[in-house]
C-alpha cells in the first residue's frame, strides 16, 4: 500500500486534546465503513492513495511547495510524527482553511481534470476517481469554513 490521507475537520476543543486524541480519533476512523451524515465520523473526508493526483491536478505537481494550492492536501503545520514510519499529523489554522475554501471554490474541476495533461493519459475510472476527491474536498473545505472548524490531515506513509 503506498502513502494515503485522510482530513477532518474539527473544533478548537478537540484539537488542544492533543496529537494523542488526534491520533485515536484518525485510527478509530480508518476502521469505519460509512462515512456519511448519520456517523460520528461524518467531518472526515478520505483522499486514499489517490492524493498526489489531486494535487496534480489542483497545481500540476504532486508535492506542490507554494501557495495555497500547498495547504488543500498535506499542507499546514506539521504537529509530529505518528504511527508507521512516514506517517504524521498536519493542521491547518481557521485562517488557512478560509483560504482553501476560497480557492477550491474558484476551480472548476470539469476544466482541471479534463485539460490537465499530466491526468488525460490516466483511465477514465481513475480520472472519476480524482474528480469525486475534488469535489469532496470543496464541500469538506466550505463546511469547515463556515463552520470556523480547523483542519487536520493524517498521512499514512507507504
Known sequence: MGMSVTTWRLDEAEFIRGKDYLESRFEAAQGEEEWGEETDFSNFCEIGELWDLVNVAISGDPIPTQGVESLVV?????????????????????QE????????????????????????????????????????????????AQEGHLVVTRVYGP
Open 97 to 144: 482553511v478560509a483560504e482553501v475554501s476560497h480557492f477550491l471554490r474558484g476551480l472548476s474541476i470539469d476544466l482541471i481534470v479534463t485539460t490537465g495533461e499530466r491526468l488525460s493519459n490516466l483511465p477514465d475510472f481513475v480520472i472519476s476517481e480524482v474528480r469525486q476527491r475534488l469535489e469532496d474536498l470543496q464541500s469538506f473545505y466550505a463546511l469547515a
Open 74 to 94: 498535506l499542507g499546514g503545520d506539521m504537529l509530529g510524527e505518528v504511527g508507521e514510519p512516514g506517517g504524521l499529523i498536519t493542521a491547518l489554522t481557521r
